[in-house]
């Protein structure tokens, strides 16, 4: 009921989650305002001046452009420490206290016993919980895989502005860059978000692997002590794997984009400071020469490349000339 009450008492501009059509929405109701003179300033220009600019042959990345990405990335090593920390933590207490508690394997961990699924060779430690004392497995099991959740939640963050801004640079492109697009079309033709969709519920079965609840029960209650085991080996393979998807999508925000169009990453502001014409296909490209300065702005038709030697600051920053 709260909800759709919110939803009758709000405007709803658009329902689409496309940057340009929440843009050009934002614009036409007046609730974003373009700002003049920046046409080639990228979304990591936002704290400076404004003003003209020379086109750059390279953009920043989405690591300079965004300050939450830096913080995605860094949460994402942060992960990876701490499970090869507690990879380490089960290892030395098993050699610590081996052979000196039942709930203990026989098995040290090494190249022979070391598998993807845990079996009766596997190293592991395990540690017993009150049958009755289900919210502290439930609060136990959050604390453990909640920042793995966290983290694989957060790497949304850095597919969705790669894929935006991926879609805002076709407008240099041959067939121009179409606004309005399918959004499960976009999941599944991008290699980032085809990536992300794959490695959410294979992190997460391998989290499984590594640590296992074991129980019985009788009459639908647990009678016995709930049993936790965490296996070493297959900790390290999670591990391994959190270190690799790391990787991935560290490489990714800090890739930097070739070409002078000004990268935008889906930033609202930059994308209205950005097109100056808005239609349902659109290029952006040289559209004025001037003195001082040029423009460079969208169209409904292929536009020419912008003039490297060139200043940009918009169209109403001086005498301009149409281009011949």
């Not at 879609?167 to 999941?187: D, E």
């Not at 502001?269 to 808005?278: H, I, Y």
Request: aromatic share 12%; net charge neutral; proline share 6%.
């Amino acid at each position: 009921m709260i909800v759709l009450s919110g939803i009758r008492a709000v405007k709803i501009l658009t329902w689409s989650s496309s940057p340009f059509d929440l843009t050009a929405a934002l614009v036409h109701h007046t609730q974003l305002t373009p700002v003049t003179l920046r046409c080639m300033r990228c979304v990591s220009d936002l704290d400076t001046d404004g003003g003209s600019a020379k086109p750059s042959e390279i953009q920043p990345s989405a690591w300079h452009a965004h300050p939450s990405i830096r913080k995605v990335v860094i949460f994402l090593w942060v992960v990876v420490a701490a499970c090869a920390g507690w990879a380490a933590l089960v290892m030395y207490i098993w050699h610590k206290y081996a052979y000196q508690d039942g709930m203990l394997s026989d098995h040290a961990l090494t190249i022979q016993t070391w598998s993807f699924l845990h079996n009766e060779s596997s190293n592991s430690i395990g540690y017993h919980m009150p049958g009755f004392a289900w919210i502290l497995l439930y609060v136990n099991m959050a604390a453990i895989q909640g920042p793995l959740t966290l983290g694989l939640h957060c790497s949304e963050l850095i597919a969705n502005v790669i894929r935006d801004e991926r879609q805002w640079r076709c407008a240099t492109g041959r067939n121009g860059l179409r606004t309005a697009t399918n959004p499960l079309k976009m999941i599944f033709t991008h290699p980032i978000c085809l990536v992300l969709f794959v490695a959410k519920p294979f992190l997460h079965w391998m989290f499984g692997l590594s640590l296992v609840i074991d129980a019985t029960s009788t009459d639908g209650k647990t009678t016995l002590p709930v049993a936790v085991f965490m296996y070493t080996g297959q900790i390290w393979n999670l591990c391994i794997a959190l270190f690799i998807f790391s990787c991935f999508f560290t490489f990714v925000a800090l890739r930097r984009p070739r070409g002078p169009q000004p990268a935008a990453y889906g930033h609202l502001q930059t994308l209205a400071n950005l097109v100056d014409e808005w239609s349902p296909v659109m290029w952006w490209g040289h559209k004025e020469d001037g003195i001082p300065y040029c423009h460079a702005g969208t169209s409904d038709y292929p536009l020419p490349d912008v003039k490297m030697d060139c200043i940009y600051a918009g169209s109403g920053a001086g005498s301009l000339v149409p281009v011949s």
